[in-house]
């Protein structure tokens, strides 16, 4: 089968999409990706696991996506993309990465009769509904909750198939009224032979070391964080926050920061990639996923979880709700209600106090990613979504 992904963004790099092309690939299927070209990236590009085509679209081109239900501009990009490529190709399923071009997919899927794929990684009304540009007056002009609710409803019915992250996602999409068998949950797990974490160097002594990777904005929490940095740092426990990211909350953070008096507590690394903080995964007690509890982080569940649990690193998390399912189904952390810092303390303090607690994280984690969470598991979801086409005709 000839499968089209398309990807509303420049690629590589997307582990989630990078997943999926290799098995997809590795299972006998022809593999193409559409996605944008910014940078002057080749148009074409033949890679291991499949074909990349690249157009370019222009920075003004991208933002009128908000408005994308109201005004066809952006929708227009992808149709004379997708049609272009159609009769190049001659896809047979096209593989739409998210719910914005889930219209583009549909339309395709009547114009040519190819099979439709709705790969949703995000709550996406409630992602949009939180977002800074989505709630200035522009913003509220150009997208509004309702609309996309009432869109993300059409879609999934309209949809062949429809892949999720999380159990509670196929949750939340069966009470929209789609059938559940015709929905698949494919995590963001690991692909173990993509990934190979460096050995820890031991738990620190007297300094209790932890560590964020990831965006900047309000909504990781990480705010809460630093509070209670602030109140262990006034019980004298010696802590140490690495914080590696950037994003639009950088800079009230660090307000924060020099406000608390915890300058000497917190180190903010900016964005690096992977190889350049393998130092931080050595050495760190624990890693926090703060993110504050929503809609949206109900209802998705980040790739970095399952790093840590491989890489052998204790989690705390935040109260959303597969993140706490996981955490406490593999026992490989502990949890807090995202908005109490003073809880978060005490967990801290917990695991400071009881290194024991950390060890036993340590052998849970990494042993249900080997077990369950990871790439093997959920390519073999991914193919049997793509077999039971085969099995209609």
């Known amino acids: 089968m000839k499968i089209l992904i398309v990807l509303d963004q420049p690629f590589p790099p997307h582990p989630r999409v990078e997943?999926?092309?290799?098995?997809?690939t590795e299972a006998g299927h022809e593999v193409h990706i559409a996605c944008f070209q910014w940078d002057g990236e080749p148009l074409v590009?033949?890679?291991?696991?499949?074909?990349?085509?690249?157009?370019?679209?222009?920075?003004?081109?991208?933002?009128?996506?908000?408005g994308v239900l109201k005004f066809p501009f952006y929708f227009n990009y992808w149709r004379s993309f997708v049609a272009d490529l159609y009769k190049e190709i001659r896809f047979d399923a096209i593989h739409i990465c998210d719910l914005p071009l889930a219209k583009v997919g549909y339309e395709a899927k009547c114009k040519y009769g190819v099979h439709f794929v709705l790969d949703l990684f995000e709550n996406w009304p409630v992602l949009l509904q939180l977002s800074t540009h989505t709630n200035t007056f522009l913003g509220k002009l150009l997208s509004t909750y309702s609309q996309w609710v009432r869109y993300e409803k059409k879609m999934c019915a309209l949809a062949d198939k429809i892949i999720v992250v999380v159990d509670e996602a196929k949750t939340r999409i069966e009470s929209l009224g789609i059938a559940p068998e015709k929905i698949y949950i494919v995590s963001n797990t690991l692909n173990l032979s993509q990934f190979q974490p460096t050995e820890r160097r031991g738990f620190n002594k007297g300094e209790f070391k932890m560590?964020?990777?990831?965006?900047?904005?309000?909504?990781?929490g990480l705010q809460y964080v630093l509070q209670a940095i602030a109140l262990l740092k006034a019980k004298n426990i010696n802590v140490h926050f690495d914080l590696v990211g950037s994003g639009s909350y950088l800079k009230n953070l660090v307000q924060l920061i020099e406000e608390l008096g915890i300058q000497d507590n917190v180190t903010l690394h900016g964005f690096k990639l992977f190889t350049q903080i393998c130092g931080l995964y050595e050495s760190a007690d624990v890693a926090l996923i703060p993110h504050i509890k929503s809609g949206h982080t109900d209802n998705t569940i980040p790739h970095k979880i399952f790093q840590y649990m491989y890489a052998e690193i204790p989690m705390i998390v935040s109260n959303c709700d597969p993140l706490v399912r996981i955490t406490n189904e593999t026992e490989s952390g502990m949890s807090y209600r995202y908005d109490h810092p003073e809880e978060l303390a005490e967990t801290i303090c917990d695991l400071y106090e009881n290194p024991e607690k950390l060890n036993l994280f340590i052998q849970h984690g990494r042993q249900a990613v080997v077990d369950k969470y990871n790439w093997e598991t959920d390519g073999k979801v991914l193919i049997e979504l793509y077999e039971s086409f085969s099995r209609l005709t």
């Open 211 to 220: 560590l964020y990777v990831g965006s900047v904005n309000y909504h990781r």
């Open 19 to 24: 997943n999926e092309m290799r098995s997809l």
């Open 45 to 66: 590009e033949q890679m291991p696991y499949g074909t990349i085509h690249r157009r370019h679209i222009s920075k003004f081109r991208h933002k009128t996506s908000v």
